[in-house]
């Protein structure tokens, strides 16, 4: 599938910040069903090149204003062409040992509610065990936007009941985790089906690494592993790490930030 991004983030500053960093990471991944046709990223309007590839294998930019600014614009676009391969997260250009993805971040740190629902589901094949996990988590935390913000915990969410893809895919990373099963965030966009809402967000998703078998990919927020309908941009341990873009401000401005993201399918059109 051939789908076209174009991904709108606007940041307001009052007062007007005399100096503002950003780190992007918004270059989609490149791997076994994921290919970039072509990709730009602009910040105002001036490219931003990656300067630099993590451990996890994400481009990353970098930008820094040069002058007192009240406006920036990032907008990421392009055309990504995908491959359904059931979730499979194959040859992807570093890989980082998966131990990595076992240990617990202030964000997806265990508790007893999440200990028992793994323990609950643990099955000696552990790829049934992390689909089934998928699934359970989906049905623990209902999908509720707004009930929860990026400083959410999985075991908060849990508590609650509710949430959004960010808290789903914790939940299911701090499970997997809590099994010593490695898990990680990632981040990317999602073509919503016909019949859907339209996504206006960036998604949010898990993958669980299984020995012999590799990487797979699990939405639960959608009860599924990531089709040719996705597209991964970044991973990392947590949301925060894994965030596309992240910023750094100098003074005490007041943040305002609205985004939109649209993606089609222009085999479509």
Same mark, same amino acid.
Do not use: C, G, H
């Given at each position: 599938m051939r789908l076209q991004v174009r991904h709108t983030?606007? @940041?307001?500053?009052? !007062?007007a910040a005399s100096r503002v960093s950003l780190r992007l990471k918004l270059f989609p991944s490149v791997f076994d069903g994921q290919t970039v046709e072509h990709w730009r990223v602009t910040v105002n309007g001036d490219p931003a090149e990656p300067v630099y590839t993590t451990g996890y294998g994400d481009e990353v930019a970098l930008w820094q204003s040069s002058e007192t600014v009240s406006r920036i614009? *990032?907008?990421a676009e392009g055309a990504v062409h995908t491959e359904d391969k059931t979730g499979l997260v194959r040859d992807l250009p570093n890989k980082p040992p998966s131990f990595i993805? /076992? /240990?617990? #971040? +202030?964000? #997806?740190?265990?508790?007893e509610a999440i200990r028992s629902l793994a323990n609950d589901f643990l099955k000696p094949d552990l790829l049934e065990t992390v689909h089934d996990l998928s699934k359970a988590v989906a049905?623990? *935390?209902a999908y509720r936007p707004e009930a929860t913000n990026s400083r959410t915990t999985a075991s908060q969410a849990m508590a609650l009941g509710a949430g959004v893809c960010q808290d789903h895919a914790h939940v299911l990373i701090s499970a997997c985790r809590s099994l010593?099963? !490695? +898990? /990680? @965030?990632v981040t990317g966009y999602l073509k919503a089906a016909e019949e859907a809402e339209e996504l206006l967000e960036t998604h949010a998703w898990a993958e669980a690494h299984i020995q012999n078998f590799g990487w797979i990919g699990l939405? +639960?927020?959608n009860g599924i592993s990531p089709t040719d309908h996705y597209i991964r941009i970044a991973c990392g341990l947590d949301a925060d790490d894994a965030t596309p873009i992240k910023g750094h401000v100098v003074g005490g401005s007041k943040i305002t930030l609205s985004a939109d993201v649209a993606v089609s399918d222009s085999q479509q059109q």
């Open positions: 983030s606007e @940041y307001l500053y009052e !007062p614009e *990032v907008l993805f /076992r /240990r617990q #971040t +202030a964000l #997806t740190e265990s508790d049905k623990a *935390v010593s099963i !490695p +898990a /990680r @965030y939405d +639960a927020s």
